[in-house]
């Protein structure tokens, strides 16, 4: 029991850095989670001498070392929906000149596990995530608007729909309306809701039993996106997203004539 203890507690520490607490030393970390410090220096040792946390010679603050990214490229590379959909993404972005984005539905959010980019495209190109908002992005709409009706409803208990921009939609009555036009379309459109200068189309992705397994989409500037471009890129992504679709196991229902 006390190993599982300790277990848990190193991954509590883990999970204390952030974009926005990159560094913490043993203080910090004792602090955070009310642990005394002789517990947090053993189980930081421990980390360190793993790979997983990495220490500052000038500040002695410790960051999180190579070894998790190494992990997490292990597990990104090895996702199902990242084999299934990596070859239609950059097909797709090699067409458009557009990023192409695929993300699964974890803890509220979009996370987003590939990155599709465009041959034309700077290496450096402006991302937003891994982590999106389900409300107010093509990328979570597209996941939103086809969950079922527990984790839907529960998602709306949960969540508090603040401004990212002026454009972002924060009445859920009018969120609710652009949900059902999303079902109906067929696609989800973020028009700069989430960052100004970022439009995208997304479309939902199905596994076996047409059970919703992630979204894809296509992201850009919107003045290339939205207007008259914008219905031939959302017919562009659902075709991608139907590849991607049947890759993992879903089979539409025939047309009958």
Known sequence: MKIIQSLQRAIQILNLFSLNTPSLGISEISRLLDINKGTVQGLVKTLFSEGFLLQDEETRKYRLGVKL??????????????????????????RTGHLIRVAIFDKNSAFVTLDAYPRSEPFLFRQIGPRTPLYCTALGRAILAFLNQDEFETYFQQTELIPYTSNTITKKKELLKELEATRE???????EEHIFGRAAVGAPIFGRQKKLCAAACLVGNPKKILGKNMEPLAEQIKQTTLEISMNMGYFPEPVIT
Do not use: F, Q, W
């Open 69 to 94: 990214y190494e992990l997490g490229i292990t597990s990104v590379g090895s996702m199902e929906i990242n084999l299934r959909s990596s070859s239609p993404a950059h097909d797709l972005a090699k």
């Open 185 to 191: 379309r067929g696609y989800a459109i973020n028009r």
